[in-house]
């Protein structure tokens, strides 16, 4: 089948003369059928997207025998899922529920720490002493400001984390016309 170019090819097309780079690829493009075009461009538009994306360091919990006090205190705020088993239940759907908003956790300077270990003790753990299933929000001063026996949505953890003290000032700080 032959396509008539005329209508919608650069004046270079018409003369015969061979661009450089991607546009040499024109001519095929534009003999496409009308929806492969389409899957091409949009292929073509996602695959810079997904090489970006392989480059970002994904976010992931951090157990909590890992961790340091001393190192991320006014660094990072920490979000802390205690468990007796990784079996549980509740552990297991809060971590569900958590992935979908890794992304905006990232944002607001999270670091996930999970705790499912009773018997090793760890510094947080001994800290904060749960009992069984314990979500445990804090500020990145380090202090406890929520405490959740039950899983909770990622939404309400980014809300509740948006109306921290701290996080409140550095949203200030970062845009001062919202005074």
Sequence with gaps: MQSDRSSFSPSWALQGAEPLGVWRQLSYILDM??????????????????????????FEPV??????????????????????????????RQMELLARYFHELEQRDVILITDT???????????????????VLMDKDWSSTIRKPLPWDGR????????MPITRSESLEKSPAGR
Aim: proline letters at 10%.
């Design 63 to 92: 157990p909590a025998v890992d961790v340091s006090e001393a190192d991320l205190i006014f660094v990072r705020r920490p979000v802390v899922v205690f468990a007796d088993t990784p079996n549980d239940p509740a552990f297991i």
């Design 156 to 163: 309400e953890v980014v809300n509740a984390i948006d109306k």
């Design 33 to 58: 059928k009308h929806l492969n075009r389409r899957h091409f461009l949009f292929l073509a538009g996602v695959t810079p997207l997904t090489a970006w994306a392989e480059g970002a360091s994904p």
């Design 117 to 135: 270990d009773p018997a090793a003790r760890s510094e947080l753990r001994q800290r904060l002493r749960p009992r069984g299933f314990s979500l």
